[in-house]
């Protein structure tokens, strides 16, 4: 299984402010997904991020607002822009596990973000 | 509409109780399925999955059956612990198939001693 980390796991931001997320892989994968679990919420899915392309965002969701970096196979990183405490979340990226088990993803441990 | 619908929680059960939490599904062909888990203030941890019709997907004495006549992957424990006080999340691939998975609203178990 892959481990993965994100940077920095919690924060306490100022409205109007913006957060860039890191998600670090320890192993090369092809797509990296990040999700927003609002407080008592269940995940939503923001963006799938594949290597040398531009992120596709899902319904609800503009790069503008949440603009992502995927530089290489193993890192990415999620900007929340223009904060506003509608914001305040749990960021979690995850990974796909491998070709031979279809959808399966792991988890980084979440960034808790608190917008003022 | 949704691809997949889980029971809604809290529950509250006492320790060495029996568990089942409903996850219903829809979806086209045989996608895989999957149990999440989220202790308290960490991230999402696969706790079991089945790949095909009939499987069967275990797990720290957490089981889960592939039901396609049903299309149900209901969660069981014959006998819980205060440990296992979590949100469970249920999570399936969208209609029509993809990489991505769409989640369960979650359930949110406490065990009492």
């Known amino acids: 299984s892959a481990v993965i980390s994100q940077k920095p796991s919690r924060d306490i931001c100022q409205r109007g402010t913006s957060l860039t997320i890191q998600c670090q892989v320890d192993s090369q994968v092809t797509m990296m997904f990040w999700y927003r679990q609002q407080p008592g919420q269940s995940l939503t899915l923001i963006a799938t991020?594949?290597?040398?392309?531009?992120?596709?965002?899902e319904s609800g969701f503009v790069i503008d607002k949440f603009p992502i970096s995927r530089p290489n196979l193993t890192f990415s990183t999620l900007t929340v822009s223009n904060m506003s405490p509608e914001d305040s979340s749990i960021y979690l990226c995850s990974v796909e596990a491998d070709s031979s088990t279809y959808n399966e993803q792991f988890f980084g441990p979440g960034t808790r973000l608190t917008v003022l | 509409g949704d691809s997949v619908t889980q029971m809604e929680g809290p529950v509250t059960l006492s320790e060495e109780a029996f568990l089942t939490i409903n996850c219903t599904y829809t979806a086209t062909g045989y996608p895989s399925l999957f149990w999440y888990v989220q202790y308290p203030g960490e991230g999402l941890q696969l706790l079991l999955k089945a790949t095909k019709a009939d499987d069967k997907g275990s797990n720290k004495g957490f089981e889960a059956t592939y039901r396609k006549e049903t299309t149900s992957f209901h969660l069981e424990k014959g006998s819980v612990q205060v440990s296992d006080s979590a949100v469970y999340f249920c999570?399936?691939?969208?209609?029509?198939?993809?990489?991505?998975?769409?989640f369960g609203k979650g359930t949110k178990l406490t065990v009492n001693p």
């Open positions: 999570a399936v691939p969208p209609q029509g198939g993809s990489e991505k998975l769409v």
């Open positions: 991020a594949n290597q040398g392309s531009e992120a596709t965002y």
